[in-house]
Every structure is written in C-alpha cells, then in structure tokens.
C-alpha cells in the first residue's frame, strides 16, 4: 500500500518563498507528480519527478529523494494568486495510477 | 486543445435516489480515471479505464457504483442507490498512455460536485 503525508496548512507573504514537504512509503514507484487545486476547481498538473534531483520550472522546483522516500515543492516570488491546494501524488508501478495526499493549502498574504 | 469535458457541475439528490455522470476525455487520449474527492482530501481513485477495458476498479464500492466506456471515448459514472456518504466533487480525468504503466501526466476535468441529502 501508499502512505503520504503532507503539511495541512501553511501561509506565507506575497514575494516570499515556500518549500512544501511530502514524504511517502509505497511498495511500487513510477513517480511523484504535484498538481495545484483552486478552491471549486480541478487539480492542475505541476511537475513530475522519476528521478533524484530538482527540476526547475519558472518559479516552481520540485525535488525527490527516493532512498528517502521525500519529495518538496519550491515555489518563489509568491504571488496572491498562489493561494491554492498543493496535491503530492504517487504513481504506482503497474496500471500507472496515482495516490494522493490530502494536500497542502497554502495561504498568500499581502 | 478542448480538455476534459464533465456534466453535470452540480447535483443535489435525496439518499437512495440514483445519479449519472458524464466524462468526454481530451480528444486521443487512451486512458480514463475517475476519482472521488471528499471535501479536505486528495481525490481517491475509483475506476481506470484503458480504451474501452477496465484496469483497476479495486476501490469502486461495486454494490451502488458503475462505469462504463463502451465505446473507449466518453464514460459514465453511475450511482445507485446514493448515501450520504457519496456526498463529493466526482472528478474525470484522462492520459495518452496506450500501454498501461506508461506513466503519463493526468489531466483533470472540471469536476462533479454531488450532494446527497
């Protein structure tokens, strides 16, 4: 089975950084996917790791370490309209489906 | 490039009462999740289709939920008869992977947001 765990909640202020950390314990791995949720709205596709390292797209990175079992989201210059529900999810060797975590809602402040 | 396309947005029925959900995947796209997405959590797979074969339905309550995608393209979600418990946003989502295990990237519809009275 899939175990993952991210923070509940965090704030931060508008032109800040944040990192959102994701740890997880699976029997079968094919990568780790992060999507952003607007309240009322459909999960949104971020970035996707396979292997260990940062992968960096504009004022988002992702990083994994698989021997750790620990993925984390690197968003800089918050802006307001960041405010959303960042979603970890595994993706199962096999049928390619995802788990998820419950997410993280990140609140920006002025 | 048109996304996913789901109807209706919102339903409202009383318990024990049936509800049907449409999903039009992104246009070649091979494969079809549904999930269910109780308020404060991450969306739970319910059923995966592959074409017009299922993948992996092992967390579909299969005494009051359905799916089918006869003809690999469009799918409908069925619940009979509804509990309060059904109560979620019910989100479709497709990828290209032809082969299962291809580990494409999901793109999620806009949701159904179903209330069970």
């Known amino acids: 089975g899939q175990n993952i765990d991210q923070p509940t909640e965090m704030t931060a202020t508008e032109g800040a950084i944040v990192q959102i950390n994701c740890t997880y314990q699976?029997?079968?791995?094919?990568?780790l996917f992060w999507y952003q949720q607007h309240a009322g709205e459909a999960p949104t596709f971020l970035s996707y790791?396979?292997?260990?390292g940062l992968e960096e797209k504009g004022r988002f990175s992702s990083f994994l370490s698989r021997s750790k079992g620990y993925s984390y989201l690197l968003l800089k210059e918050l802006q307001m309209k960041d405010s959303a529900s960042y979603l970890c999810?595994?993706?199962?060797?096999?049928?390619?489906?995802?788990?998820f975590g419950k997410g993280t809602m990140l609140l920006v402040s002025p | 490039e048109a996304g996913v396309a789901q109807s209706p947005r919102y339903k409202i029925i009383e318990k024990r009462q049936s509800v049907a959900f449409w999903c039009n995947p992104i246009?070649?796209?091979?494969?079809l999740y549904w999930y269910q997405q109780i308020l404060g959590q991450g969306p739970k797979l319910l059923i995966q289709?592959?074409?017009?074969?299922?993948?992996?339905d092992s967390q579909l309550p299969k005494d009051r939920f359905s799916a089918e995608r006869l003809k690999g393209v469009d799918s409908t979600l069925k619940i009979q008869p509804a509990k309060l418990e059904d109560s979620a946003v019910y989100l479709c989502?497709?990828?290209?992977?032809?082969?299962?295990?291809?580990?494409?990237?999901?793109?999620f519809g806009p949701g159904t947001r179903l209330t069970v009275l």
């Open positions: 289709f592959q074409n017009n074969g299922v993948v992996d």
């Open positions: 790791n396979v292997l260990d």
């Open positions: 699976t029997s079968g791995f094919n990568g």
């Open positions: 999810a595994i993706m199962n060797s096999g049928y390619s489906t995802l788990t």
């Open positions: 989502a497709s990828s290209p992977a032809r082969l299962a295990g291809g580990g494409d990237t999901q793109y």
């Open positions: 246009s070649g796209h091979a494969t």
